[in-house]
């Protein structure tokens, strides 16, 4: 079981299973919720995957013409989980959420052409532009 909760602990998360991919993302809209950094999301299938707490939606279109479901801890403003409504079957969770971090490490950098000039990307990892394929 993996595990995780928002600063506050008002929500916990789990999943029965490992993440599917795990993605570092500089996309602009990313830049804003990572205060100044890109995000880690790691995608769950959401069959697999149950949290409890009182969440708050927002709901906008990201770069990639998706509309996008972003939901947050209203207690303490830790951003938790990303949904797109074109893929219900997967649920993307913010990487610091994570009980252990450790099981969080990202397999490729996307949305590269977003970020600004002094960005830490790492040079190991694959990277694209903008937007990957679907993750499943
Ligand atoms: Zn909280
Ligand atoms: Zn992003």
């Given at each position: 079981?993996?595990?995780?909760?928002c600063?506050?602990?008002?929500?916990?998360w789990?999943?029965?299973?490992?993440?599917i991919?795990?993605?570092?993302?500089?996309?602009?809209?990313?830049?804003?919720?990572?205060?100044?950094?890109?995000?880690?999301?790691?995608?769950?299938?959401?069959?697999?995957?149950?949290?409890?707490?009182?969440?708050?939606?927002?709901?906008?279109v990201?770069?990639?013409?998706n509309?996008?479901?972003?939901r947050?801890?209203?207690?303490?403003g830790?951003?938790?989980?990303?949904?797109?409504?074109?893929?219900?079957?997967?649920?993307?969770?913010?990487?610091?959420?994570?009980?252990?971090?450790?099981?969080?490490?990202?397999?490729?950098?996307?949305?590269?052409?977003?970020?600004?000039?002094?960005?830490?990307?790492?040079?190991?990892?694959?990277?694209l532009?903008?937007?990957?394929?679907p993750?499943?």
């Amino acid at each position: 079981m993996i595990t995780g909760k928002c600063l506050c602990g008002a929500v916990r998360w789990k999943s029965s299973e490992p993440p599917i991919a795990t993605r570092a993302c500089w996309c602009r809209d990313c830049q804003y919720i990572g205060a100044g950094s890109g995000t880690v999301g790691a995608a769950f299938r959401t069959a697999a995957f149950s949290f409890t707490g009182k969440t708050t939606d927002y709901s906008s279109v990201a770069d990639s013409g998706n509309r996008m479901h972003r939901r947050f801890c209203p207690a303490c403003g830790t951003p938790l989980f990303s949904e797109a409504e074109v893929r219900p079957h997967l649920i993307f969770v913010r990487v610091g959420t994570f009980d252990d971090p450790e099981l969080a490490k990202p397999a490729m950098t996307i949305w590269t052409a977003s970020a600004p000039s002094w960005a830490c990307i790492d040079e190991d990892l694959p990277r694209l532009e903008g937007q990957p394929p679907p993750a499943a």
